[in-house]
Structure formats: structure tokens, C-alpha cells
């Protein structure tokens, strides 16, 4: 078995680099010579994703095997070092599968360059750095859905999951290719990231394959909270933030485009629980989780993702509907996201309670939560009156901001824009457990245990302000991006330590869930406009911030409820 293992090993990597070149080689010329430029590159970023595909499920057939209880290979099962073994292999494999994916890119970049004429050809470096961004997204996602996969561990599953892996990995490489023939988009800070991304990643798998062979082999006695949540800390964060700020460029460039980003909106939501669903899946083993509740998550991400990026790129008409005009992107996120929530409640209502329980989504103290809920609705209506009213005490026109607060619960469209409001929750719901299963499930008692109950809220609160920074001098603000950034501060620490209070009162992660909903569709009820631009754009003097701060006193001041008072708080 060894010997077949280690010749299986050889054929696959030395069969790749030599033919590689001569297929590739063969696949630009054609498609260049067939579609241009442009389809050429496509068409040889289809074959080496098909390629990485093809390996990397070789390495999942071989990995089962290694780390499955059931397979008795003595190669492993026997050694007093079979982990070091199994580290080491994992980890010399994932090395020469980025120099492979890297050789190949570059060859395939040179070509491309080579073969293209005219003013527009792209310059050399350019194409080189193609091939390395190209090289690094697809080992990325490979190594990514290889882990997925894994945890799915069905041999059935291959041909499904292969499809998918081989999506993911062409559209986002060709969207890249298709930015670089702008030339205006430096891609030197995202092929650092990517590069940050792709070498934690290669960690994550080869901790997640030495962890499921102590589980089957060797010691599995594990603290919950030792070494391993360090490993999902470090992942929540690179998820949650780095991969966000990878975006922000796309949005600067979207911007300058005069292009809607509300796309990239979408996808920003989601990271957060994304990045606590992957540290699940790599960590020990914490009781049956609803993978398949995870998996459509992080795809619902990753096609967010795509699909912002694509917005920024590709051509799109708009649509006329209800006397405002949405984008073809805009409108296919939002029915993507409908379908994708309701397939999630299914899915999650089918997962059964254990798997609910150890995910941290089962619902309980309902009685206290429909409480909290409402009370969160009103004090929200006198934030919002405080903020129309305050400004009145210095230029004198308070009743008249009196009387325009009056008028919205006078006008019977406000109410048939809450019935609408209520009714999509259970349609976009995804976005709001992605945000609040990161912050409020995940992160806030982490926070809390090392900070103090109090410290710990109003630190989280501060976090999250700065992680909507790419957002607020992009899709928020028009000219106006560090008061918009301050106001955002502002906003996620007061009605963050209302969102603590919510949560720690009911252990009860749909109560923040239903809150942020709240919190985000009553602003277009309240200004009488229920499109999604209306949140878009918007202007912020300095002289607003005070106002801000006064009227978001309303949610601070749970500060000081009891629940507050004990010193630390456990973590997930």
C-alpha cells in the first residue's frame, strides 16, 4: 500500500508539469486564436481548474484513508510518528501544488501576452501578476472546498461538490482577468493578501488533518477552549476583516465607475458567519453540526462575492420597478438570497435540535425575547425622534420636526411597509444571522471573558464600527467618509450594548438576528422611501455626530442593567 500510495503521488505531480505546458499551450493558441484575447484567458483558466480539481481529489480519497478509523493502513495506524508523517506529507503536497498552479499561471500568462497585438496588450508585468493572482485564488479555493468536503465525507458527493469547486474556482479567477484588462486596478495588494489568505488556509488544513487523525488515532481528550479556539480566532478574523478589506478596492473602483455596490453590501453581511462556520469545521469535534446548513452558507458568500465583483466588471442594464430602478445584479442577489433563506429554514428546521443546540441557533426564553424584541422597536421610534427633534432646538424648528414624526404613523403606508418589512425577514434572513452569529454568538463572549463584561461590549462595539470602514467611504457616504466612519462607531457601540444586553438576557442568538433586522428596515419605512438607495449615499456633517450621541443614549444606557454586573463571560 505504501508503494502504490507513494507511485500514485509521483504519477500525478510529474504528469502535470509535462503535460501542463503542452495542453495548456495548445488551449491558449486555440481559444485565443477562436474568441481572442480575453476567451483565451478564460479558456485556460477552465483547464487548470479542472486540473487542481482533479488532483485535489486524489489528495481527498488518499486523506479519507489516512485519517479515517476505518481504513487500517499501517503506514500510519502503526507509527509512533504517524501524525508527524501525516503533517509533514500534507504540508509538502500543498507546496507542490502552489508551485505547480504558480508555474503553470505564469507559463499560461507569458502566452497570453505573448499572442495578444494592438495598443491594448496588456504589459508584461501585468500579465505576470495575472498569473499569480490566478495561481493564488484557485490554490485557495481548492484548498478551501478540499476541507469542505472532507466534512461532508461522502464518496457520492464527489461529482456534486467537483462541480462547484471547478465554478468557484473559474469565475473569480476570470472576473480578475477581465479587471486586468483595464490596467487601471494594481494588483499587487491583492496578491499579498491572497498570498496572506493562501498560507493560512495551507495551516488550517494541515491542523484540521492532524486533528482528525488524534481523534481516530491517537489522544482525543481535548479542552474545548485551548489551542484550537486560538486557531478559530485567527480564522473568524482573516474571514471577517480580510477578506472584506480585499473587496474594498473593487468598491473604490465600482465608485468611480458610477456603479452600485450594494452587491458588495450583500456579501459583506455574510463574512462574519462564515468565518466562525469554517473555524467550526477545522476545529475538534464539538457534537454534530449542521454542515449542510454551513456549506449553503459559504456558498451563499462565495457567490456574493462573485457576484460583486462581476457588478464592477460586466455591463448591466437596470429595471424599472415600483417607480425606483434596480440593477440586474442588485435584483439577481436579492432573489438568490430569498432562495437561499428559504432553502436555509428547511435545511435548518430538518438538521434537527442537537445539531441546532451545538450551533448555537436554537431558540429558547421566547417569552423574555418577544419582550426584548418589542422593547427594541420602541426605543427605536424615540432614537429616531430624537434625532429628527434635537436638531429643531437650534434653529427652531422642533414642532415642525414634531409634526413630520407624527405624519409617519398617520400615513397607512407606513404600516403597509412594516407588513412588508415583517414578511421579509424570513426571505433575506441570511444576512442578518451572518453579521450576528459572528458578532453577537461568537465574538462578543470571547471579547467579554477577556475584557470584562462591559469593556468587552463597548470594545466589540468599536470592532465592529471599523469593520464597515470600506463601506462607509464607499456605498454610505458621498464625500464624507470619515464622519460617516465616526457616525458608524457611534452606532454600532450604542445599539451594540442593547444587542449585548438582548442576547445575554435570553441566550438567545435570533433576538440580536431580529434586532439587526429591525435595526436596518426601519430606516426605509421611516423615511418613506423602501428601496435599498435610500441607505446609499447619504451626507453626514460633523455638527451631526453629537446628535448621534445623544440620541443613541437611549441604547447605552443598558450599560448598567444587572446582567452587566458579573466580571467575566464564557466563550463560544
Known amino acids: 500500500m505504501k508503494n502504490l500510495l507513494k507511485s500514485y503521488r509521483i504519477f500525478i505531480s510529474d504528469m502535470y508539469l509535462i503535460l501542463g505546458v503542452f495542453v495548456a499551450t495548445a488551449t491558449i493558441l486555440i481559444f485565443s486564436a477562436l474568441g481572442g484575447r480575453a476567451f483565451g484567458s478564460m479558456g485556460i483558466i477552465l483547464f487548470y ?16 484513508g489516512f485519517t479515517d478509523k476505518k481504513f487500517d493502513f499501517g503506514l500510519l495506524k502503526n507509527s509512533l510518528d504517524g501524525k508527524r508523517v501525516l503533517r509533514d506529507g500534507v504540508l509538502a503536497d500543498q507546496i507542490r501544488r502552489a508551485l505547480q498552479l504558480l508555474i503553470t499561471m505564469e507559463g499560461s500568462s507569458f502566452i497570453i501576452y505573448a499572442i495578444s ?15 499569480v493572482l490566478a495561481a493564488l485564488i484557485t490554490f485557495t479555493i481548492n484548498t478551501i472546498w478540499f476541507n469542505v468536503t472532507r466534512n461532508l465525507g461522502s464518496f ?19 472576473i480578475f482577468i477581465l479587471i486586468s484588462f483595464d ?33 481516530n488515532f491517537g489522544d482525543k481528550v481535548k479542552g474545548r477552549f485551548g489551542s484550537d479556539s486560538k486557531k478559530r480566532i485567527w480564522i473568524f478574523f482573516l474571514v471577517a476583516f480580510l477578506i472584506n478589506y480585499l473587496m474594498v478596492p473593487l468598491m473604490f473602483y465600482g465608485e468611480s465607475k458610477g456603479v452600485n455596490t450594494i452587491c458588495f453590501m450583500y456579501a459583506l453581511m455574510l463574512y462574519p458567519a462564515s468565518g466562525v462556520m469554517i473555524g467550526k469545521m477545522f476545529s475538534y ?56 433563506s428559504l432553502i436555509l429554514w428547511i435545511v435548518l428546521f430538518a438538521s434537527g435540535k442537537e445539531k441546532r443546540r451545538n450551533a448555537g441557533l436554537n431558540g429558547r426564553k421566547w417569552g423574555i425575547s418577544i419582550l426584548i424584541i418589542v422593547l427594541f422597536t420602541v426605543l427605536y421610534a424615540v432614537r429616531f425622534f430624537l434625532m429628527i427633534c434635537l436638531p429643531g432646538l437650534m434653529d427652531g424648528s422642533v414642532n415642525k420636526n414634531i409634526h413630520e414624526f407624527a405624519a409617519i404613523f398617520t400615513d397607512p403606508a407606513t404600516y403597509r411597509a412594516m407588513v412588508v418589512t415583517l414578511i421579509n425577514f424570513f426571505l433575506t434572513f441570511v444576512l442578518f ?67 449585548a444586553y438582548a442576547y445575554m438576557k435570553t441566550e438567545n442568538i435570533w433576538v440580536p ?57 464564557g466563550s463560544n
Open 183 to 215: 490596467n487601471e486596478i494594481n494588483m499587487i495588494p491583492m496578491i499579498l493578501v491572497w498570498a496572506i489568505l493562501a498560507v493560512v488556509v495551507t495551516y488550517c488544513m494541515v491542523e484540521r488533518i492532524s486533528l482528525r487523525f488524534d481523534l
Open 285 to 340: 469535534d464539538e457534537g454534530k453540526l449542521p454542515v449542510t446548513f454551513y456549506v449553503i452558507c459559504l456558498l451563499t458568500t462565495m457567490l456574493m462575492m462573485v457576484m460583486s465583483a462581476a457588478s464592477v466588471v460586466l455591463p448591466s442594464e437596470t429595471i424599472e420597478m415600483n417607480g425606483s430602478s434596480i440593477s440586474v445584479f442588485d435584483m439577481t442577489c436579492q432573489v438568490m438570497l430569498m432562495i437561499v
Open 156 to 174: 457520492m458527493e464527489i461529482g456534486l461538490v467537483g462541480g462547484i469547486g471547478i465554478a468557484l474556482d473559474i469565475i473569480p479567477t476570470a
Open 433 to 499: 444571522l451572518g453579521e450576528e452569529y459572528g458578532w453577537r454568538y461568537y465574538l462578543q463572549p470571547i471579547m467579554q471573558s477577556g475584557f470584562g463584561k462591559r469593556a468587552g461590549v463597548l470594545l466589540l462595539g468599536v470592532i465592529w464600527g471599523l469593520w464597515h470602514a470600506g463601506a462607509d467611504f464607499t456605498y454610505y457616504s458621498e464625500g464624507c467618509g470619515p464622519q460617516t466612519q465616526v457616525n458608524q462607531i457611534i452606532v454600532c457601540v450604542t445599539i451594540g450594548i442593547f444587542m
Open 49 to 64: 481548474a479542472l486540473a487542481a480539481m482533479v488532483d485535489l481529489y486524489g489528495d481527498y480519497f488518499v486523506m479519507v
Open 117 to 131: 497585438e494592438g495598443e491594448d496588450r496588456m504589459s508584461l508585468p501585468v500579465t505576470l501578476g495575472l498569473g
Open 513 to 569: 438576528i431580529t434586532i439587526h433586522f429591525i435595526n436596518n428596515n426601519l430606516i426605509p419605512v421611516f423615511a418613506g422611501d423602501i428601496s435599498s438607495d435610500v441607505l446609499s449615499n447619504n451626507v453626514i456633517a460633523w455638527s451631526d455626530l453629537p446628535v448621534a450621541l445623544a440620541a443613541g443614549l437611549v441604547f447605552a444606557v443598558f450599560i448598567f442593567a444587572p446582567v452587566f454586573n458579573r466580571t467575566k463571560e
